[in-house]
């Protein structure tokens, strides 16, 4: 038997497992991580850490936090690298894995919290997000944080001053992603304070102590990046990145249904069961007689329906909430205790079947490879063994009412799944997401003194893998034909698409171009 002062120990071991393992091991794939990876390597290369710039210009889509835990990991390691500017994700995801571990035993039980904290290690978005060069998993473990501390106050569960705490961590969450940081905080405890209709949460949130704390915390960086780019930073942060992709969106416009298609696949595999689990609390309102579950629904969708409003929707938004939906895994799992028959007989059945269904789609995978593309069977082969195995043992585990032995096979499936894309699915990938082998191509070929631009394109590949600080892009072909019409000896990045729109550019121009095997970009050169 696991001692419960064993638990956090065991989640810090399997996260780093998850998050970790041949983290740095695959090149950055666009359109994010490219990005971020050139604004550390150029804040690096100046020794620069107030102004993040990105291709010349001040970025300011995003605040500093992300990128100075990446240039103290790049520091400590002497370079910039794929494993130093995605250590801040893999980091801030074990951080949301032990603050749901102590959100759940503090609020539930510790065996609901290492239950929750488990299914949220092991469920696909936060897989992916921790293992990718994203901001997003840092700010959720601040978010997280800040939720923790505030709820011990207004709970109970301290003397008042987990509040003050809570104040820092928002003042961290607003330096890694911007004011939805202290937003999504002051909304959750809003709509708590309605449903229980408790004013005194007012005074319990010590506001004449915590704003000063969050002043404090968030001020600094950006008064000195205010006087560093003339005011510019903040006004472009605020209206561009808040107001503008909030209210008229940025790209990513979607039907106000959209979260209910995508969070269940980012919950998988646990979405199997967190059907069943909202079954089984019905009807809802004897259930919500808990103040714990009260505060994890008003959570749950406060943070949904204020991403639903959103213009702008992206998948990964609701990465904040599905701590919330660990924990109804968790109780579920908790409430079945440890008979054989606590899980009746058709719930076992559908689950039994969902992994069934994995486990037979699997097998197919080898065969549509070999079908579609010869090539990727043998990447996939361990991958397909994995799910296929380990898919008909949480089915027979199920079956069999073996809710423990269920629940341990689908970390083990999960865990090798990752090894298995990690080893061999990535590298495989690499032929057609990497810009690597191109870049070092332009490097060769394009001399540092001669000027080199870019087509239509602001993914920032070739900025970070062929150290240019700076590649003009050339958005149109009138601006190409002015370009040649100078005379000037030069560059020009474009993909095969776009070649037909620029008559005015030769194919004979072309002295490298790229094959592997997605839309291929060519290196042009004109000269006086």
């Known amino acids: 038997m696991i001692r419960q002062n064993h638990f956090p120990l065991i989640l810090v071991i399997l996260s780093s497992l998850l998050f970790f393992f041949a983290l740095g091991s695959r090149d950055f794939w666009a359109p994010v991580e490219p990005r971020y990876a050139e604004i550390v390597r150029v804040m690096f290369a100046k020794g620069e850490w107030i102004v993040p710039t990105v291709n010349g210009g001040i970025y300011t889509d995003k605040p500093i936090l992300f990128f100075w835990l990446a240039l103290i990991a790049s520091n400590l390691c002497g370079s910039v690298s794929e494993w130093t500017v995605r250590f801040p994700a893999a980091l801030g995801g074990v951080g949301l894995i032990l603050s749901t571990y102590f959100f759940g035993r503090d609020f539930f039980t510790p065996r609901i919290g290492v239950v929750a904290a488990t299914v949220l290690a092991t469920s696909m978005r936060v897989i992916w997000e921790a293992r990718w060069a994203h901001v997003d998993m840092v700010f959720c473990c601040w978010l997280l944080l800040s939720i923790y501390f505030a709820a011990r106050t207004f709970l109970g569960k301290d003397r008042g001053y987990g509040i003050l705490v809570a104040y820092a961590f928002m003042g961290l969450a607003v330096l890694t992603k911007g004011l939805i940081g202290v937003v999504l905080p002051g909304l959750v405890f809003g709509a708590f304070m309605l449903v229980r209709r408790d004013w005194r949460m007012i005074a319990a949130a010590k506001l004449h102590l915590g704003i000063p704390i969050f002043l404090l915390i968030t001020v600094p960086w950006i008064y000195l990046v205010q006087q560093a780019t003339d005011g510019r930073w903040l006004s472009e942060f605020i209206y561009i990145h808040h107001v503008q992709r909030y209210t008229a969106g ?52 406060t943070i949904l329906l204020f991403f639903t409003i ?219």
Not at 266 to 288: E, G, N
Not at 458 to 484: G, Q
């Open 250 to 301: 940025a790209g990513h416009r979607q039907p106000v249904y959209y979260y209910l298609t995508t969070l269940p696949a980012d919950f998988l595999p646990w979405t199997v069961f967190a059907v069943p689990a909202l079954i089984a609390r019905w009807p809802y309102r004897p259930a919500l007689q808990d103040v714990s579950s009260q505060l994890c629904l008003c959570w749950f969708l």
């Open 310 to 528: 959103a213009a702008t929707k992206r998948e990964l938004y609701l990465l904040p909430l599905l701590p919330t939906a660990a924990l109804l895994v968790a109780c579920y799992w908790d409430s079945l205790g440890h008979e054989r028959d606590a899980l009746g007989g058709y719930l076992s059945w559908f689950m039994a079947g969902c992994f069934t269904l994995l486990a037979l789609g699997a097998l197919l995978v080898p065969a549509a490879a070999w079908w579609l593309r010869p090539d990727a069977l043998l990447p996939l082969l361990p991958a397909t063994l994995v799910l296929t195995i380990g898919g008909a043992l949480v089915a027979a585990y199920l079956l069999l009412r073996e809710l423990r032995r269920a629940m341990a096979a689908i970390v083990a499936l999960m865990t090798l799944s990752i090894f298995a894309a990690a080893l061999w699915i990535f590298p495989y990938l690499e032929n057609f997401k990497s810009p690597r082998p191109f870049a070092l191509e332009i490097k060769r070929f394009v001399p540092v003194t001669v000027p080199l631009y870019i087509y239509a394109d602001t993914m920032h590949d070739f900025n970070y893998y062929a150290e240019r600080e700076v590649i003009p892009v050339v958005n149109s072909p009138a601006v190409v034909e002015k370009l040649l019409k100078t005379g000037q000896s030069g560059f020009l990045l474009v993909r095969e698409r776009d070649f037909v729109r620029l008559p005015m550019l030769s194919r004979t121009w072309i002295i490298a171009s790229e094959g592997n095997g997605r839309m291929p970009w060519h290196l042009v050169e004109f000269k006086r």
